[in-house]
């Protein structure tokens, strides 16, 4: 087991104290989190971090895709996924980590290709934002993306196997 301590110390405020691998896997290891709060009392919180982390702004991206067509409403893609830690299908976002040397943009465009078949133009980025803090060290870049749904290419696309 690793355990990484800290030395910084700052009164009135949080301070990691040390963080236990329990376990790693391919994507993910789970910690103990031990941290003192603003009155002193030494807690522990169990943590999952991402092994895949080397330093970029973000670990992925999520995707909001709205297809545009002529006399159409406007409409959001989702796709249907199953998900082994609900045990079911889920209805998200596409989304999928950030490649090596890979902007946040690029890799918008290329998990919704690979993943509704549909090609696209970035129109805003966000910056790196923390899905859910309370458990995971992941970020990621929420990424609007408009499909020209008139474009050949997209009138009846294929995800990527």
Not at 25 to 33: D, I, L, N, S
Not at 70 to 87: A, N, S
Not at 118 to 146: F, Q
Request: charged content about 25%.
């Amino acid at each position: 087991m690793e355990t990484r301590e800290s030395t910084e110390s700052s009164p009135g405020k949080h301070l990691v104290t040390s963080e236990e691998l329990i376990s790693e896997g391919k994507w993910v290891k789970f910690e103990k989190t031990t941290y003192m709060d603003p009155t002193g009392k030494t807690r522990t919180w169990e943590t999952v971090k991402l092994t895949t982390r080397k330093g970029k702004s973000a670990d992925a991206v999520s995707v909001i895709p709205v297809l545009q067509r002529t006399l159409h409403h406007e409409c959001v893609i989702l796709v249907k996924q199953f998900r082994p830690p609900m045990g079911s299908y889920c209805l998200e976002f596409p989304a999928g980590f950030i490649e090596d040397g890979e902007s946040p943009e690029a890799a918008a465009l290329r998990e919704l290709e690979e993943e509704t078949g549909y090609k696209g133009e970035v129109a805003e980025c966000s910056p790196a934002v923390c899905m859910d803090p309370g458990l995971s060290n992941c970020t990621t870049h929420v990424v609007t993306v408009t499909i020209n749904g008139d474009d050949a290419g997209n009138v009846r696309p294929k995800p990527k196997p």
